[in-house]
T-cell receptor, first 117, second 117 residues
């Protein structure tokens, strides 16, 4: 099956710094990628949808200047949390879909645990 | 807007017990319904899906039937194994206007299942 990786799997950063999370599709071209956020014991909340080469579409209530998403290639999307604060601590999950190949299914990465101190 | 409600966990069962995880939804139109499973340290994987009323999705001994009259999509398995221990997510998605690709996924909060030998 299609594989999506995320790096790092966990990261600790100090308040006020920025941190970048990578999402890669390993064996298919991901024309569309999604970024989710998951709080403990809560569901995955979609943050944004990005199509390769285009600006990301953010969900209502998500600060686009704080959560910068870049999808510059068909196998890589990055999420940068700028000026991180403790309330940004969460589990971030990406998924990818090969829309151009006719695929509808989303393939999920294993997630990245961010802790802001 | 769309929403998904799952029974709260965690659920703890003995091996070979019968499993039911309840899922109900609220949606406009005719959504497609999914169950995803997340094993420890891995990304979410599609377990099964149903795209229209009365459809039954099945995979690895798990089944769920799309019940439009009760807006439900309960997950069942007749005899669970220790290897079924994981987090299970119910989700829905709207088809796009052309019916050719799926829109955004809306997830339930997840149910932790632990199966003891």
């Amino acid at each position: 099956g299609a594989v999506v990786s995320q790096h790092p799997s966990w990261v600790i950063c100090k308040s006020g710094t920025s941190v970048k999370i990578e999402c890669r599709s390993l064996d298919f071209q991901a024309t569309t990628m999604f970024w989710y956020r998951q709080f403990p014991k809560q569901s995955l909340m979609l943050m944004a949808t990005s199509n390769e080469g285009s600006k990301a579409t953010y969900e209502q209530g998500v600060e686009k200047d704080k959560f910068l998403i870049n999808h510059a290639s068909l196998t890589l999307s990055t999420l940068t949390v700028t000026s991180a604060h403790p309330e940004d601590s969460s589990f971030y999950i990406c998924s990818a879909r090969d829309v151009a190949g006719g695929g509808w299914e989303q393939y999920f990465g294993p997630g990245t645990r961010l802790t802001v101190t | 807007g769309n929403s998904v409600t799952q029974m709260e966990g965690p659920v703890t069962l003995s091996e070979e017990a019968f499993l039911t995880i309840n899922c109900t939804y609220t949606a406009t139109g005719y959504p497609s319904l999914f169950w995803y499973v997340q094993y420890p340290g891995e990304g979410l994987q599609l377990l099964l899906k149903a795209t229209k009323a009365d459809d039954k999705g099945s995979n690895k001994g798990f089944e769920a039937t799309y019940r439009k009259e009760t807006t439900s999509f309960h997950l069942e398995k007749g005899s669970v194994q220790v290897s079924d221990s994981a987090v299970y997510f119910c989700a829905l998605s709207d088809l796009n206007a052309g019916g050719t690709s799926y829109g955004k996924l809306t997830f339930g909060q997840g149910t932790i299942l632990t199966v003891h030998p």
